[in-house]
């Protein structure tokens, strides 16, 4: 089949929800076209705190076989940041490979989480040298039971992506080169990140509530305090898988926006920020 023509399923995996989107991609004369088909959103209760992506994965293995008989034959999953620990790595030139970069990386989620982080798998982002750069952790046990599911119903597994990674590569064009702070909503949580002339400054993960408009610019005064830097940026980039049209905050001094959706066509979506985090990436 052509790479045009392709069939594919986006999931995402959130400790309260599961989603999965068949996506179509066909080629036009205007280029690639995706389009959502019989998206299934399938709510979650019961989350372990100790698994918070247990009952998810579960009910992933249920839902996958009949994604399977629709002929999908590549899949992207995008984990929830409420399933991730999130740290920026001082950079360290002294680092001969990537196996001592991950190796140092693991040092700095111990130093924090203590040993547990040892039962996690690390990953770090590029960035230029000097700079510090993102790493992210997630539970190995997770990551392996995704990769045998998928494999054990003959579907590739093109990747698994963090939501923040996820979201930030499909908003390059607006961060690109930017001083801004990056905010993206899920219920109950909060993924705050700081970027300086485009590059990772600042990482938080925080429990927020339904009011989010009113916590938010209290939360990213006391953010900017933190910093200690008089040119702290101003402008921030909102995601938020909430329905209908995103409705930022107007508060003095901070200029909100909302991020562009990942292109995609569909008549029986879920909201769109859901089809925005699906499709990020």
Request: hydrophobic share 45%; charged share 20%; proline share 7%.
């Amino acid at each position: 089949m052509s790479p045009w023509l392709s069939k594919e399923l986006r999931v995402v995996l959130c400790p309260d929800q599961l989603m999965l989107m068949p996506v179509q991609r066909t080629l036009t004369l205007r280029g690639v076209r995706r389009s959502i088909q019989e998206p299934q959103v399938v709510c979650l209760e019961g989350a372990s705190a100790a698994q918070p992506w247990r009952a998810a994965l579960l009910a992933l293995e249920t839902a996958l076989p009949a994604a399977v008989a629709k002929g999908r034959t590549t899949a992207t999953v995008v984990l929830s940041n409420q399933l991730l620990r999130y740290a920026l790595v001082p950079w360290q030139a002294g680092l001969a490979d990537a196996q001592e970069d991950l190796s140092y990386t693991r040092h700095c989620f111990t130093k924090v989480y203590g040993k547990a982080a040892l039962q996690w798998e690390v990953r770090l982002s590029h960035q230029a040298p000097g700079k510090p750069r993102l790493a992210s952790a997630v539970d190995a046990e997770l990551l392996e039971g995704l990769r045998s599911m998928f494999a054990r119903l003959g579907i590739a597994l093109r990747s698994v992506q963090p939501h923040l990674m996820a979201a930030f590569n499909d908003a390059r064009s607006q961060l690109r080169r930017r001083s801004a702070w990056l905010a993206l909503l899920e219920p109950g949580h909060l993924c705050l990140a700081l970027l300086r002339d485009g590059h990772w400054s600042r990482v938080r993960s925080l429990r927020i509530d339904s009011a989010w408009r009113q916590e938010l610019p209290r939360i990213l005064e006391r953010e900017a305090f933190l910093v200690d830097d008089a040119a702290v940026p101003h402008d921030v980039f909102v995601g938020c898988p909430e329905a209908g049209e995103l409705v930022l905050p107007e508060v003095d001094g901070w200029q909100f926006h909302a991020l562009e959706p990942a292109p995609a066509v569909s008549s029986a979506s879920p909201e769109p920020g859901h089809v925005a985090m699906a499709m990020a990436g």
